[in-house]
């Protein structure tokens, strides 16, 4: 039984480093580095919500250069 526990618990904090991983800015940090970076852009607009983050970048005028990228792409930025 003990050894059951530990198995789930082992899967279950290899899922979360995991998922930490993708939390990332990966399909952002291509083009979106220093100045211009994710936590600038969060700073600046004042985003809070993963719904402000998607509102920002669909009605900005650069909303065409993200067109591949998903609503939870975007929301998956300021998730915490
Ligand atoms: C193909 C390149 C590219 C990718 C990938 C990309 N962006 Fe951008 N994004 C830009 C460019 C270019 C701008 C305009 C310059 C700037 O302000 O950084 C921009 C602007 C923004 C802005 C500001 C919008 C405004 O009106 O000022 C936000 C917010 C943003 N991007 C979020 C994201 C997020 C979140 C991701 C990843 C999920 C992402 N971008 C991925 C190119 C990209």
């Not at 059951?4 to 899967?11: D, E, L, M, Q, S």
């Not at 290899?14 to 800015?25: D, I, P, R, V």
């Not at 994710?38 to 009605?59: E, L, P, S, Y």
């Amino acid at each position: 039984m003990k050894k059951i526990v530990a198995i789930v618990v082992a899967v279950l904090f290899a899922l979360g480093m995991a998922s930490m991983a993708f939390a990332g800015y990966e399909k952002c940090d291509k083009c979106h580095k220093g100045e211009k970076s994710i936590d600038a852009h969060i700073k600046a607009k004042d985003i809070k919500t993963g719904d402000d983050m998607v509102k920002a970048v669909r009605t900005s005028p650069k909303a065409a250069l993200h067109k591949n990228l998903t609503d939870d792409d975007l929301k998956a930025t300021v998730a915490k």
